[in-house]
């Protein structure tokens, strides 16, 4: 994993917390794991935990008991992780045990086959897991059976290990980075909301409109893109857990998967070569409205710019688009010494239609950002890059689905990155730092093989995609049209 950004650095820019573990074995470090069991365990699911506390031992991790976990009210530990194995009564669940809804990761483990089979079509399997996510009021979903356990997660992921019991390392590579960090949305504190601020009559935003409004087009007929799970529909056991729900959601109607956007033009100023250097260790920001930034074996001082981006709202239908109600403008501006995100909501937008910021949104400033600093760095060092003219002209375009495109789709000019970095979930700050990183690390790759860069796409493991460049969001999709049939990220590793 790239280390050209500090962590001061990343807390400047996007507000990612300081202590925030990036590594698989800062993440084991941090975790504090609880067995919370039901009243009665099958066999299967007792030699399951015991492999389970066994293997985070063999890492360093110590599995706390219910007691030992919990304070003189009975409730759990805030930061802890509460591995709830078996079937619970309504009075025992561990939501109820919890000090808030975004204090704790619950993950329910049972003693069943995970409810997908082969010939679900994608939205019926992310149904099926957010069903039971809901139903059981837990975070994470583990099913073990005779020769095999899985795991499911809110965004649709399903990575199947075909042993019995987990071993160290696969507890390790992947669900340490799965407990690590929890699913939220945006918090209002975290952004500045200005309602109607939008316009949408301009020209500006009706060409804009008519590039969203083609790429949804073209990805309605593509079952890799997930579009909505209302939660309305859902099981719950009763209205009290369907308000938890809610509350959990900020009031959402339902989730919808992936997201569409326009970053808008932003002119980069070159970046200034500071010093020859082979680390940032110990290295935060050399002057106001720059960062340091460590581009092949230079430290660079980059301008930090003013973003924005006009994206999908949370919530809305992306194959379905009504550009009018269904874009908003996110930002982060220079506020206070520090960048502070904004949501500008439309104008015209009808006050019935709620208008929440996405759970990506800082993964998607974190692009938008990535992609000005980029242009700073190719202005210093590569004069000649058509990408800084194109950003300055026409802004860059953002595809994020739950899915990957075959390897020889990649558009001319693109980067990979991130297949090595830790599946963590959308809506994390470490998504959102590896975003950033890894855009910088591509950039390295292309002016380190002397190749054109006009973007990159960004793999996240048991997670999806973001394609983010000089395509347009019609181009890109039309690009990822001719990809296979979804796996719906069912991943064997």
């Known amino acids: 994993m790239s280390n050209s950004i ?7 820019l996007l507000g ?3 202590d925030t573990p990036l590594g698989i074995d800062e993440m084991c470090k941090r975790l504090q794991p609880v067995l919370y069991r039901a009243p009665e365990l099958s066999p299967r699911l007792e030699r399951f935990c015991c492999a389970l506390a066994n293997a985070m031992r063999a890492l360093g991790i110590a599995v706390l008991s219910e007691k030992e976990s919990s304070g003189n009210d009975g409730r759990f530990a805030p930061g802890t992780v509460i591995l709830a194995p078996g079937y619970f009564p309504d009075n025992l669940l561990a939501i109820n045990r919890v000090t ?3 204090n704790n990761i619950i993950v329910g483990i049972y003693d069943e086959a995970a409810p997908l089979t082969p010939d679900s079509l994608p939205q ?6 957010v069903g039971r996510l809901a139903r059981d009021m837990v975070h994470i979903l583990i099913f073990v059976t005779d020769h095999s356990w899985s795991i499911c997660t809110m965004n649709g992921g399903v990575v199947t290990f075909n042993t019995p019991l987990p071993s160290p390392e696969d507890v390790r590579n992947t669900l ?4 690590t960090a929890q699913v939220v949305p945006p918090r209002g504190e975290e952004l500045d909301i200005e309602q109607g601020a939008l316009e949408t009559g301009t020209g500006e935003f009706e060409g804009i409109a008519e590039d969203f409004l083609e790429c949804s087009a073209l990805w309605g007929s593509n079952a890799c893109l997930l579009t909505h799970t209302s939660t309305e529909e859902l099981e719950y056991r009763s209205n009290f857990y369907k308000r938890i729900v809610a509350r959990y959601l900020d009031e959402r109607s339902g989730m919808s998967y992936g997201f569409f956007a326009r970053q808008l033009p932003v002119s980069a100023e070159p970046a200034l070569i500071f010093e020859e250097s082979g680390s940032t260790d110990d290295h935060g920001e050399h002057e106001a409205g720059k960062v340091r930034i460590r581009v092949q074996g230079h430290i660079m001082l980059v301008p930090i710019p003013q973003v924005r981006v006009i994206t ?10 009504e550009t009018k109600n269904d874009l908003v403008e996110i930002g982060l501006m220079q506020r206070n010494g520090r960048q502070r995100a904004y949501l500008k909501t439309p104008r015209s937008c009808p006050s019935e239609i709620v208008v929440k910021p996405s759970f990506d949104t800082l993964t998607i400033l974190a692009h938008a950002l990535g992609n000005a600093l980029t242009a700073s760095i190719l202005m210093t060092l590569r004069p000649e890059a058509s990408f800084p003219r194109h950003l300055a002209r026409f802004g860059t375009s953002m595809t994020h689905w739950h899915d990957y495109p075959e390897s020889g789709l990649l558009p001319e000019g693109y980067h990979l990155h ?5 599946p963590v979930a959308c809506s994390t700050p470490q998504s959102a730092a590896y975003s950033l990183l890894g855009k910088i690390a591509a950039l390295e790759h292309a002016l380190e093989e002397g190749t054109a860069y006009r973007g990159d796409v960004h793999v996240e493991p048991s997670h999806g995609t973001n394609i983010v460049g000089m395509l347009s969001l019609a181009e890109t999709a039309r690009l990822m049209n ?10 064997m590793p």
């Open 6 to 12: 500090t962590s001061d650095s990343l807390h400047h």
């Open 16 to 18: 990612i917390p300081l």
């Open 100 to 102: 808030t809804l975004y």
């Open 124 to 129: 019926e399997r992310l149904d099926a897991i």
């Open 176 to 179: 340490v980075p799965k407990l």
């Open 312 to 321: 999908t709202r949370s919530g809305c239908r992306k194959n379905h688009l």
């Open 418 to 422: 991130g297949e090595e970095n830790p």
């Open 482 to 491: 001719t990809a296979r049939t979804p796996e719906f990220l069912q991943e």
